[in-house]
């Protein structure tokens, strides 16, 4: 039976009670209401959470499928090709035109766009931080290998794609993300778009960009 919080209409403490509970008493001041009493929000809420949830769960689900697919995938198209770049501009690559490839990041950026108005939703700021630290951390993953063109260049829009759910981040999973994402392994290899997220970041964080020299390095260490 599932479950949603509402609040004692006489001491606006939060009560949770089961589904399909119509009267009840709040145990933190003893006053009796009855559901209808309270503010339609709390059914709402409930809703919303899990609906978020489940997008949440397929966001990991989709990024985490795509990624073993496709460098599956590339390692077949590519097993007797000796110059896979050359054959990606002419248009004829078998990976970049494969229905893995095309599909998944209209997918992906649908479901974002969904989880980001769920988020927008949500009161609870702890709650809509963990929902979307756990969708942004599946997107922003690096494997430890060093990965081919193409498939790194992917990964670079899979970032693109979290940016809308930053902004729900709480200020410490921000800068714990910040801190995974811009190790200066993966920011040498940054393309304009993951450079362009980082220092979205630093702006909501605070951090001074990155300038001089520092920046330098950034652009010429690709």
Do not use: W
């Amino acid at each position: 039976m599932a479950s949603y919080k509402v609040n004692c209409p006489a001491c606006g403490k939060s009560v949770l009670l089961e589904e399909e509970v119509q009267e009840t008493f709040c145990p933190y001041c003893g006053s009796r209401f009855a559901v209808s009493q309270t503010k339609s929000s709390g059914r709402a809420d409930s809703v919303v959470l899990y609906e978020a949830t489940q997008v949440v769960n397929d966001i990991v689900k989709r990024v985490n499928t795509y990624r073993k697919d496709s460098m599956e995938l590339y390692e077949v198209t590519h097993k007797n090709i000796s110059n896979p770049f050359k054959r990606l501009l002419a248009g004829t690559d078998p990976f970049a035109m494969s229905e893995i490839h095309n599909n998944y990041f209209t997918v992906l950026d649908k479901l974002v766009n969904e989880l980001d108005g769920h988020l927008s939703s949500i009161g609870d700021s702890a709650v809509k931080s963990e929902l979307a630290r756990k969708a942004v951390d599946a997107m922003l993953f690096l494997p430890e290998e060093k990965l081919p063109f193409q498939v790194a260049l992917n990964f670079s829009a899979d970032d693109v794609l979290a940016a809308p759910l930053v902004k729900h981040l709480s200020h410490d999973d921000l800068k714990s993300v910040y801190d995974v994402f811009t190790v200066p392994e993966r920011r040498k290899q940054f393309y304009p778009n993951q450079r362009k997220l980082a220092e979205d970041m630093e702006k909501a964080l605070g951090i001074e960009p990155r300038k001089g020299l520092a920046k330098l390095l950034d652009v010429f260490s690709k």
